[in-house]
């Protein structure tokens, strides 16, 4: 393969420490959204973002995702209908009660109006295996693993433009594939719901774990 120079941006240690701040004050700002406004936000914004996502590191760069941008209300409706009837059955039913419990504080339930008032769902797909271009299949590698690393990209560029976003998983979710024309070897991976949260949004008041019980070093 051929190589060629890196581009790489050389800052000061002062510099590196300020940038880091900065973007610690930053993102730790930033909450999972459900209450979304149904003010539109800029197209070009959006695209910038999604850039960013798929410049994400893959295994073997396959660049196993596929983002697919739901602006169409009918369209929308649609998905929120289907999710809903999966969403009833969860919590009516599927779901253990231990699973319900730990999703008490969040407040959720099986209603789903953001799906229908934000202005833009991003449905995420994981590509089980390639195409080329005489028809075969193309292996793919660490798929759930790129994919999850290209959605939290995602959300970071999202959050960075000042747009709020909401990691949606429907579950199943298969009824993704029909609504949206994916092919059957594209699996759902997430819904991202991105928008302005309403005025006065709330959010549920939970905390981040201490930082030494995420980070030991040794
Ligand atoms: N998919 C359901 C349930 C749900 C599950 C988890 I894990 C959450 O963090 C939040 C919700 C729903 O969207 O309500």
Known sequence: ????KLEYDTFTEDEMLARAKAYQSHMVRRRTVRDFDTRPIPRK?????LHVAASAPSGA???PWRFVVVENHETKARIREAAELEE???YETRAPDEWLDALEPLGTDANKPFLTEAPVLIAVFL???GIDSHGNR?????????????TGFLISALHHAGLATLTHTPSPMRFLNEILNRPAR?????L?????PKPNAMVPAIERLPFDTVVSKV
């Open 138 to 150: 193309v292996k793919n590698y660490y798929m759930p693993e790129s994919v999850g690393i290209a």
């Open 45 to 49: 914004v959006l695209d910038h973002a």
């Open 61 to 63: 760069n396959r660049q």
């Open 88 to 90: 009833q059955e969860f």
């Open 1 to 4: 393969m051929q190589q060629i």
């Open 192 to 196: 991202l719901v991105v928008g302005y």
């Open 127 to 129: 590509e089980r295996f």
């Open 186 to 190: 594209e699996r759902p991976y997430l």
